[in-house]
């Protein structure tokens, strides 16, 4: 069973659409988490829920809106996409933060985003 | 705010050479510090970790040590492999709360046969 799942792992659409990024864990974590990966391979991060509850927030723009229905879901949706949301966009899940290894975080395997 | 610096790549191997991939870090007090591996069309996976001063991380032959004095964490293997061929992130989270990774910006290696 796969640990951290992302659908789709592919996207292309054009640009002003909305799409959405599944992401599901099978972990028991408590703390998800959104990370973009640019062109260049720089990673970084978006999101952070911690039992459905925001606690961090990017400056990344209001286009972006995140969604965790359960702790065991972080959904992630984009509107009115543009040509510089291209991208792979990789969820991960962690422990939490109540023990030596909160801080291990385990990752999907990318969804790539193409906005046309 | 915290920052993770490593040497740029890409990185060009023969099979069974020695590997050191540079990773400096600017963080107050603590930090713990990750390399985190991709391999093609994947994604990310733990290498190893260290989260206090001395302490040495190892995992498939791959060793880093914890730093302070140097703020560094840099990546080293003795004899790498064809299925060693991926990019490599190092990372670090502030110690006391923020779980988010601060990454470098990724040292992509080839190893030859």
């Known amino acids: 069973d796969t640990a951290v799942s992302q659908t789709p792992k592919y996207l292309v659409t054009q640009m002003g659409n909305d799409k959405s990024i599944k992401c599901e864990q099978n972990?028991?974590?408590?703390?998800m988490y959104w990370y973009k990966q640019d062109s260049k391979k720089f990673l970084k991060i978006m999101f952070s829920?911690?039992?459905?509850?925001?606690?961090i927030n990017e400056t990344v723009p209001n286009r972006f809106s995140p969604k965790s229905p359960d702790k065991a879901h972080l959904n992630l949706h984009i509107n009115s996409l543009e040509l510089g949301d291209s991208a792979v966009y990789f969820c991960?899940?962690?422990?939490?933060?109540?023990?030596?290894?909160?801080?291990?975080?385990?990752f999907g395997a990318g969804t790539r985003l193409s906005v046309l | 705010g915290d920052s993770v610096t490593q040497m740029e790549g890409p990185v060009t191997l023969s099979e069974e050479a020695f590997l050191t991939i540079n990773c400096t870090y600017t963080?107050?007090?603590?930090?713990?510090l990750f390399w985190y591996v991709q391999y093609p069309g994947e994604g990310l996976q733990l290498l190893l970790k260290?989260?206090?001063?001395?302490d040495k991380g190892s995992n498939k032959g791959f060793e880093a040590t914890y730093r302070k004095e140097t703020t560094s964490f840099h990546l080293e293997k003795g004899s790498v492999q064809v299925s060693d061929s991926a990019v490599y992130f190092c990372?670090?989270?502030?110690?006391?709360?923020?779980?988010?990774?601060?990454f470098g910006k990724g040292t992509k290696l080839t190893v030859n046969p």
């Open positions: 991960a899940s962690s422990p939490g933060t109540h023990s030596w290894t909160a801080n291990i975080q385990y």
């Open positions: 972990l028991g974590h408590d703390t």
């Open positions: 829920y911690n039992n459905k509850e925001l606690i």
């Open positions: 963080a107050t007090g603590y930090p713990s």
């Open positions: 260290a989260t206090k001063a001395d």
């Open positions: 990372a670090l989270t502030a110690q006391g709360g923020s779980e988010k990774l601060v």
